[in-house]
């Protein structure tokens, strides 16, 4: 039974096990599911930029692809304090802890508020960044359009994902997930209106996808915020507000410090990628950001297991329950194979109309994007195994606050192996566009063999007692 069902089984027939690969399917199922559809809503807000943008331009679309990229570098280098909350609350409900779940997501909270205003300013100020990273003039301009006013997302987004993870780690995830939907819509309903000024709105074009993107992010930390609140009185998440707690400040710093740089090294190696295909050309980073707004789909399944490992393995760190967290972890990765095995059929049998519904029909220009697609389409399929890897990785290794070695891993898989290797071959052996993705299947490849060895060789061994089966 989980907090949100409150429902007993049906017919009468008992609950699997909860130790047995049943009973952890189910489980994984009933707090994954939600998870997976909240960050499928979630990301389809920015899927829902590059499609409509896609419909209104290449160059608007190249613009935002940029912008995106580097608002998430930044985004995710923050989003480590709320991943970090995350195994921290669900190890105090584990082991009955309850005011330090008030005190962890309170710190995530401060810590969050903090960085977005020390971020302001490299988002405002993107433009000459962009240019100094090498891009075109007339897509960085575009980008820094946006991000002026996309930026301020910062505040909100990071709040949201903070008051998600507590609410993740204590399985109260369905509401999370009906939110996400209907900021989904609400950020298509804008963007419909404000990009191409439809219902008598102004054609703003890449500003409307900034100021739909801007809005939505503050209406889903409204929505959950006031759900928390009211649906766990009992924990007084804005009690004692802005008093500082100097001792889980440290704690969660500590914690979230290693975990935003392991994310933002990956995101970097993304990053790179579209700095890398910018260089290239605009119809390179607008197939680019297609390709990787469809790979995206399936790694936000993967990511919804990854925090559902994360809330699992924790509740077993906090009772040092190793048998339990064995068995649930071969479960995760079953499931993670399963998807990949999915995601890698839809890209190599049908990627052309995957493609078609990112662009005009009537754009000069859909040729040249569908060919390039194609093939980064393939390469998408070759990293969907070691992607979904080493992000279930990642989520055990957090649930059992193992940090600050995978961080190590993350940093040399990507900035060591993937970034070198896209270059190399985009540019040194001149594969292009191909030859940068390359560089993101080694990357990942690496990460998700170390990361997963980690797991199981040291990290796995520190809990508790018992034989591992």
Not at 85 to 105: D, K, L
Not at 141 to 166: C, D, N, Q, T
Not at 208 to 221: R, Y
Not at 231 to 249: F, G, S, T, V, Y
Request: charged content about 10%.
């Amino acid at each position: 039974m989980t907090p949100e069902s409150g429902l007993p089984p049906t017919g009468g027939s008992k609950p699997p096990s909860p130790n047995t690969v049943l009973g952890h399917s189910r489980a994984l199922l009933l707090l994954g599911l939600p998870m997976i559809g909240g960050h499928v809503a979630q990301f389809s807000i920015g899927l829902t930029d590059t499609v409509m943008l896609g419909w209104y331009g290449v160059a608007e679309l190249a613009a935002v692809t940029l912008g995106s990229t580097y608002f998430f570098s930044i985004f995710l280098l923050g989003s480590g304090f709320a991943f970090a909350v995350m195994p921290m609350v669900a190890a105090a409900a584990g082991s009955g802890e309850e005011r330090q779940i008030r005190r962890t997501t309170r710190m995530g909270l401060w810590l969050s508020l903090i960085y977005g205003a020390l971020a302001v300013p490299l988002l405002w100020w993107s433009e000459p960044i962009l240019l100094f990273l090498g891009q075109n003039q007339e897509v960085a301009h575009g980008a820094a359009e946006y991000l002026r006013i996309a930026g301020w997302a910062i505040f909100p987004a990071l709040l949201y994902m903070v008051v998600k993870s507590y609410l993740a780690a204590l399985e109260r995830t369905q509401a999370v997930l009906w939110f996400s939907v209907f900021a989904a819509l609400i950020n298509g309903v804008v963007n419909y209106a404000l990009i191409f000024g439809n219902w008598g709105a102004p054609e703003l074009g890449v500003t409307g996808a900034a100021i739909a993107s801007l809005v939505t992010n503050f209406i889903s930390f409204g929505l959950v915020i006031g759900y928390a609140l009211r649906i766990l009185p009992e924990h007084e998440l804005l009690k004692n507000a802005l008093r500082p707690d100097w001792e889980m400040m440290r704690r969660v710093l500590r914690m979230g410090t290693p975990i935003g740089l392991t994310t933002v090294a990956e995101s970097s190696l993304f990053a790179a990628s579209a700095m890398m295909m910018g260089w290239i050309g605009t119809v390179a980073l607008a197939a680019h950001g297609i390709a990787i707004s469809l790979a995206g789909i399936t790694f936000m399944v993967h990511l919804g297991l990854s925090n559902a490992a994360t809330v699992r393995a924790g509740n077993a760190y906090g009772r040092r329950d190793r048998d339990h967290l064995a068995r649930g972890a071969r479960v995760v990765m079953a499931m993670s194979l399963a998807m990949s095995a999915i995601g890698i059929v839809l890209m190599l049998t049908i990627p052309e109309p995957l493609i078609a519904l990112f662009l005009d029909g009537d754009d000069p220009e859909k040729p040249q994007i569908l060919a390039l697609g194609v093939g980064l389409l393939a390469a998408a399929a070759l990293f969907q195994l070691m992607d979904g890897m080493q992000v279930v990785a990642l989520g055990l290794l957090r649930g059992v606050q193992d940090t600050a070695w995978p961080m190590v891993i993350a940093v040399l898989s990507y900035w060591a192996v993937g970034i070198p290797v896209s270059y190399l071959f985009g540019f040194v052996f001149g594969w292009g566009g191909i030859g940068v993705w390359f560089g993101l299947v080694i990357g990942l490849s690496a990460a998700g063999i170390l990361l997963m060895a980690r797991f199981w060789m040291r990290s796995i061994k520190t809990v508790g007692s018992g034989t591992v089966g």
